[in-house]
């Protein structure tokens, strides 16, 4: 159950609108690392978390607050779309600030679609996806995965800063830059106790047995490009993150065998490698060629 306080987390006003601006908020807001992305992520981690309660009430804790931000940057779009300013290159625009704003940069969506409202979705206008969300069950690998999403947004905040002069919207944008902080240390903090408690470790997840892995190759460094820069690094040489392996630099080599060159299967009316109506006689062709494709694949026919 979820209780809605009609008073925002912190203040959202603008000096003065700003349409082009609260197109590029939309980032933030709607984008693949926005607070809506965010949001959902830390929710459903809550919602699916099966271990001790304390991490369970935290994800909701923060995706709680998550909904807060939405409905700040929400707020703050809204406000520097009102009173969209007119275009004075377009003649066009004297009779319709909102087309003039358009003109001038603003995003077309903004007045056609959500009437100088915010929208899920990006600056480019890009629908948010629900693939944004990330919540697998595996609360280590989640939480990492939290801290590159807290990382990845500050980082947008902060440029979305030096984008703007307007003292309201920084005001907005450095108490979420500032959050943005607290959850990036959150998050390690979360991943330290995790693995202080014994719950998971690298490699994720640790209850699959190493022994089933193909042990040879578990702490190599593969070089697979030109150059061998990369040999000086700490990943490539002395004991593995984990303390289970020695890391190893490498030239990467194929392992396998080229594949096998199957002819095209009919049933999906491929193309074949030569007229197929010469190579079974034109009677029953789907049948028989299928058959042949089945041939080669058990390795008792031919190409």
């Known amino acids: 159950m979820f209780f809605h306080d009609k008073r925002l987390q912190y203040h959202a006003k603008p000096d003065r609108p700003d349409p082009i601006f609260a197109r590029r ?18 929710l459903f981690q809550g919602w699916n978390a099966r271990g001790p309660v304390k991490y369970k009430d935290m994800l909701l804790d923060i995706g709680t607050e998550e909904m807060a931000h939405v409905e700040m940057l929400s707020t703050m779009i809204a406000r520097l779309l009102e009173g969209a300013p007119l275009s004075t290159q ?60 807290e990382s ?15 003292a309201g919207v920084r005001d907005m944008l450095s108490f979420l830059i500032a959050r943005d902080t607290m959850h990036q240390n959150q998050w ?3 991943i330290a106790e995790l693995e202080a408690d014994g719950l998971e470790t690298t490699p994720v997840p640790s209850a699959f047995p190493q022994e089933r892995e193909k042990a040879e190759v578990a702490y190599q460094f593969m070089d697979a490009s030109t150059g061998d820069e990369s040999q000086t690094g700490r990943w490539a040489s002395g004991a593995s993150m984990d303390g289970k392996g020695q890391f190893q630099w490498v030239k990467a080599q194929p392992f396998g065998e080229a594949p096998l060159d199957l ?25 028989k060629a299928a058959q042949a494709v089945e041939g080669i694949v058990r390795g008792d026919g031919e190409s």
Request: glycine share 14%; net charge negative.
């Open 25 to 42: 908020l939309q980032e933030v807001l709607g984008g693949q690392w926005g607070e809506i992305s965010v949001m959902m992520t830390y």
């Open 90 to 149: 377009e003649e066009l625009a004297a009779s319709n600030p909102a087309v003039g704003a358009i003109m001038g940069g603003m995003h077309p969506q903004h007045a056609i679609v959500a009437g100088l409202g915010a929208q899920a979705a990006d600056s480019a206008g890009v629908p948010w996806n629900g693939r944004y969300a990330v919540a697998s069950g595996n609360l280590l690998a989640d939480f990492r995965y939290n801290v590159t999403a």
């Open 152 to 166: 990845q947004g500050r980082l947008q905040v902060c440029r979305l800063y030096e984008m703007t002069e307007d």
């Open 188 to 190: 390690l903090a979360a």
């Open 263 to 287: 002819p095209a299967d009919p049933r999906v009316f491929g193309t074949p490698k030569s007229p197929i109506q010469a190579q079974l006689g034109g009677s029953g062709l789907v049948a």
